[in-house]
């Protein structure tokens, strides 16, 4: 190809990289992936080169360029970003088109080898890691000639292959000198590597729906394809599978390097896909949405089954429960929720695989270990939190130089010590496949953007920074725990790529295995006592809003609440535990780090303001009829009827407030145990008066937690009051006194001093004519007698 002299002229504005594209380069392939000295001498790049801006591009020339070993883990990340001076040519710019339309795109391959003694080479002779850059030049139409675009990748460089023999060279002298000249890695400290191996997703249940509601609901059916082969989890699982077999790993150094770090809540998804299951319709909807069947139960019984084989014979250490951001579930502050997303962890993931899980370890995940972190740990016993060290960029540090992260154990709390890996490694990881992301944990200064950057060098990279700790035996400590986003999404080609350099690294004397269980014991007997963290710390675009993390603490108290006051149903076997835990678990979802930053807290307030319409629902399940009439009561004693509402399928113990007016006293009938359906009530009452009155009547569990809406009854009393009651007392009393007179007199004989103005009946009686009525005969009487009472 023709070659080119370097473009010297100073880049105008409108041809500068990052302003607007004119040119996009691409690498395709780096071969060899890993430099070993069985390698090829040649290394071979190849990519594409397109015009992605608004005008044709002529003299399109690449060349590539090489910096110095990487010396810090910082430099891991800073020397894919910003400056170029420390890129120098390997060799000319050579010309890739001579004029690059818009939308045209341009193959190329530059290949040289790693040394020479004579021509272009890359001059390496020592192994380590090398940043190398293809710079692409170009002249956009109305502007001048500039740099317009380049893609950086990191080179491992295990050991250097021996030179070329010269020619002329004897066979024998030749392969003697070759033999020498190559450059094996220094093995004398090997890191002890311990490798977590991630099998996590998203939250796929759909908020809302309590225990014992089936099928269970999924808010998409992306699980379905995932889990399917060739899917993410499919994908991720076999390639762990196959590289821990006994053919594959015969003395097993590399399966005791791994772990898997399994998330419960996706082992709790997958276990009830396999039993069937229903897909909303809308994704933001509640649990009256409608549905439709999902396509994945045969994918989730045979994923399932794959992964209960490959726990059986391998490490397996449970993630916090659906990737929970233990920073923002300290500010929560509820013991309960905290011990559901930590120590609970573990006897969920061994009950569905049916195996003991690795114990004593906390996977943090892809947060940062902030002190809020360190103090919701230390509350639930010992534990070794595996979490990222603090690390900045150059331009942060005292003396603006690279460092490289301090990974060595340290003691935060008596019951909390911290096992730290490298941020710039487990970003590099994170940059790996078809969908990268920067965790949280990364400081800003770190924050390099690489999802421009091709599936090719984002996989150098990650190759690159696994690696680097090994060839550098100066570094401290001599330990390595490598960390990859628990959302890893790799492709066949990653996974494998991965996998085959931890390999390498073991085989080549680089590494040995660090079993979890020995990183544990290393940790605690070598942590050192350390304050907490201080300061913000990891990206603040990932840390939840203060209003989340109220709502939910609002919403689990009044869920713990709930679930104190109901009891196990004898027909069912389900406990109120049990009904509310999805609810709960509903609410850690809400606080996972699995979804991007920039969408976090929109996805968080969704799921809450779902789970509490639920929680407010079962509130409203309990409740007391209301009659819509009156009562009367046709007696002082006489009870009142009530009739009380359960609509969940749990009993719930409760208590009857009855706000009852003066004149009228209610027996406490106690605590009551409701069983699900309708239960009628008589609450003895007494009452002291005789009008229409209004009772209120509320519902409370045995805590006194409200539940539904007051009822108020309008309640008629027809008994008699304190003034009546005393009235017909003091009316008897007379009555009594009066008949008793009489009837003293009437035994003594003598006449009743009442009767003395009347006539005696008896004589009344004898004066009766037999042919007059007694009114005549009165008559006649009345006449024959003169006054005074004489006849006449």
Not at 53 to 81: F, H, K, N, Y
Not at 412 to 426: E, H, M, R
Not at 751 to 770: G, K, N, T
Request: charged content about 20%; hydrophobic content about 40%; overall charge negative.
């Amino acid at each position: 190809m023709l070659a080119v002299a370097p473009v010297a002229a100073p880049p105008l504005g409108a041809a500068q990289p990052g302003s607007i594209p004119f040119l996009r380069v691409q690498i395709d392939s780096v071969t060899p992936d890993i430099v070993t000295t069985t390698s090829d001498q040649m290394v071979t790049v190849t990519g594409t080169i397109s015009n992605v801006g608004d005008r044709a591009v002529r003299d399109v020339v690449v060349r590539l360029e090489r910096a110095p070993a990487v010396t810090s883990s910082s430099a891991l990340r800073t020397d894919l970003a910003g400056n170029v001076d420390q890129y120098q040519p390997v060799a000319d710019f050579i010309t890739a088109a001579p004029e690059l339309a818009r939308g045209q795109q341009v193959p190329f391959r530059l290949a040289f080898p790693l040394r020479s003694a004579d021509g272009s080479s890359m001059r390496i002779d020592t192994p380590g890691v090398y940043p190398l850059m293809v710079n692409v030049n170009g002249t956009p139409d109305y502007g001048s000639a500039a740099r317009l675009d380049d893609s950086r990748f990191l080179l491992p460089v295990l050991g250097v292959p021996p030179q070329e023999a010269q020619e002329g060279q004897d066979d024998g002298v030749a392969a003697a000198e070759a033999l020498e000249s190559a450059v094996p890695p220094d093995t004398t400290r090997p890191v002890g590597l311990t490798m977590f191996w991630p099998l996590a997703d998203r939250p796929r249940l759909a908020a809302g729906a309590p225990g014992g509601t089936t099928p269970v609901r999924l808010i998409d059916d992306e699980l379905a394809t995932s889990l399917a082969p060739g899917g993410r989890l499919d994908t991720m699982l076999t390639a762990v599978d196959f590289a821990t077999s006994p053919e594959v790993d015969p003395g097993g150094a590399v399966t005791r390097a791994l772990c898997l770090a399994v998330d419960p809540d996706l082992l709790v998804t997958v276990n009830a896909m396999t039993n069937g299951y229903v897909v909303n319709d809308a994704a933001d909807a509640g649990p009256r949405t409608p549905t439709h069947p999902g396509a994945g139960q045969q994918a989730a019984i045979d994923w399932m089954n794959r992964l209960k084989t490959l726990a059986a014979r391998m490490c397996v250490a449970p993630t916090t429960y659906a990737q929970t951001d233990l920073d923002a579930l300290n500010r929560v502050a509820d013991p309960g929720l905290s011990s559901i997303a930590t120590t609970g962890s573990g006897g969920i993931v061994d009950q569905i695989l049916g195996i003991t899980s690795t114990r004593g370890a906390s996977l943090v995940g892809d947060g940062p270990l902030t002190a809020s972190a360190v103090q919701l740990l230390t509350a639930q016993g010992p534990t070794v939190a595996v979490g990222a060290a603090n690390l900045v960029g150059p331009e942060e540090t005292a003396d603006g130089m690279a460092e490289t992260a301090d990974t060595r154990p340290i003691r935060y709390t008596p019951n909390v010590v911290a096992a730290q890996f490298d941020p710039a490694v487990g970003a590099a990881l994170a940059g790996v496949g078809p969908a990268p992301e920067s965790p949280s944990y990364v400081d800003p200064s770190l924050d390099i953007s690489v999802k421009q950057d091709s599936a090719a060098a984002r996989r150098q990279d990650a190759l690159a920074s696994l690696l680097w700790r090994s060839l550098h035996p100066e570094t401290t400590p001599r330990t390595e725990i490598l960390m990859p986003p628990l959302m890893w999404n790799l492709t066949p080609q990653d996974a494998q790529s991965i996998l085959t350099a931890v390999a390498t690294s073991i085989r080549a004397g680089l590494a040995t295995p660090r079993p979890l269980p020995v990183l544990i014991n290393d940790a605690n007997a070598a942590a050192v006592d350390a304050p907490l963290p201080t300061g913000p710390l990891g990206n603040p675009r990932g840390r939840f809003d203060a209003g989340v993390v109220t709502g939910i603490a609002a919403a689990t108290g009044r869920l713990w609440g709930l679930t104190a006051a109901l009891t196990t149903d004898e027909r069912t076997g389900l406990t109120g535990y049990q009904y509310t835990a999805p609810l709960r678990e509903d609410l850690l979802r809400a606080l996972s780090l699995s979804v991007p930053p920039d969408a976090r807290n929109g996805l968080a307030q969704q799921r809450l303001t779902t789970v509490g319409r639920t929680v407010e629902d079962l509130f409203n399940a309990v409740t007391i009829v209301n009659p819509g009439g009156s009562y009367t009561l046709a007696t002082e004693r006489s009870p009142l009827p009530l009739a009380l509402r359960n609509d969940l399928p749990v009993p719930i113990r409760v208590r009857l407030d009855i706000d009852a007016p003066p004149g009228m006293t209610v027996t406490d009938m106690g605590e009551i145990v409701l069983p699900p359906g309708f239960l009628p009530l008589k609450v003895p009452i007494e009452v002291h008066f005789t009008q229409r009155v209004a009772v209120d009547v509320a519902l409370r569990t045995a805590d006194g937690v409200p539940l539904g809406e007051p009822v108020r009854l309008s309640v008629h009393s027809n008994a008699y009051g304190k003034v009546l009651f005393f009235i017909t007392l003091t009316g008897g009393a007379v009555l009594a006194l009066l008949v008793g007179r009489r009837l003293w007199h009437r035994f003594r004989g003598q006449p009743d001093r009442a009767d003395l103005d009347r006539p005696d009946p008896i004589e009344v009686a004898l004066s009766y004519r037999d042919d007059e009525t007694p009114a005549d005969a009165g008559a006649g009487r009345r006449a024959r007698t003169a006054p005074g009472g004489s006849d006449a």
